[in-house]
């Protein structure tokens, strides 16, 4: 089974804080995403890696940044944390093919991230 | 860009009966694939189950199924037998090449 962790369920960090969240899947993919979740909205796509050390923005990216050193790490980065950024995080990874195209999504656990 | 709709919010079935979920999208794409997910209260998104959008047959697992209606770009699926443990958010998705696009998710309650 593919198996894909997330470091924190919940978070609560302060407004200006430089926030890192971790995603780590176990099976060898090579895309991998992140998400976030609003009640109403569903997911919207903040990034995405299709190979180490690539990324791409997503559809809302503004506020975020990515690093992925690893295959099966990818980290979500928010510089300086605001309270518009509490919300759901998502991660997700896929096998590829074609190329850069996606394959079904397998998706962590989540990060709960409050924002104060 | 790729749409996604889920026009019913929150639904709700009687444990035993069947329920389905509607789901419309627009693509401009010939080839992509079409997903539902189940996100349980306070767990992981699982995938339900997979279209693909060249295959005319419907997809079934188990008690899931879906009704994939190409020429008017509707993706529902169908919930048989319905269990308490199918209470969840469900959300359609359609992956086009390198992204997915969710639907806004579907709140689905099974009455004991």
């Known amino acids: 089974d593919v198996k894909v962790t997330q470091s924190s369920r919940y978070l609560v960090k302060r407004t200006g804080e430089k926030v890192f969240l971790e995603c780590v899947q176990d099976?060898?993919?090579?895309?991998m995403f992140w998400y976030r979740q609003d009640p109403g909205l569903g997911l919207r796509l903040i990034y995405f890696?299709?190979?180490?050390?690539?990324?791409e923005k997503g559809d809302i990216p503004e506020g975020y940044s990515v690093s992925r050193e690893k295959k099966e790490r990818f980290s979500l980065i928010l510089e300086s944390a605001s309270t518009n950024q509490t919300s759901m995080y998502l991660c997700?990874?896929?096998?590829?093919?074609?190329?850069?195209?996606?394959?079904?999504?397998?998706f962590g656990p989540g990060t709960r991230l409050t924002v104060l | 860009a790729q749409t996604v709709t889920q026009s019913q919010p929150e639904m709700s079935v009687q444990e035993a009966e069947t329920v389905t979920l509607s789901c419309t999208y627009d693509?401009?794409?010939?080839?992509?694939?079409l997903f539902w997910y189940k996100q349980p209260p306070s767990r992981q998104m699982i995938l339900v189950i997979r279209?693909?959008?060249?295959?005319?047959q419907n997809a079934t697992e188990n008690r899931f199924s879906v009704n994939f209606q190409k020429a008017a770009k509707s993706f529902s699926l169908k919930i048989s037998d319905s269990q308490l443990g199918d209470a969840a958010m469900y959300f359609c998705?359609?992956?086009?090449?390198?992204?997915?696009?969710f639907g806004t998710g579907t709140s689905l309650t099974v009455i004991p």
């Open positions: 279209q693909e959008a060249y295959k005319q």
């Open positions: 099976m060898d993919h090579e895309n």
């Open positions: 890696s299709y190979d180490v050390k690539m990324k």
């Open positions: 998705a359609v992956n086009t090449g390198n992204q997915f696009y």
């Open positions: 693509t401009s794409e010939s080839d992509y694939y």
């Open positions: 997700a990874s896929s096998l590829a093919w074609g190329g850069r195209n996606t394959d079904t999504q397998y």
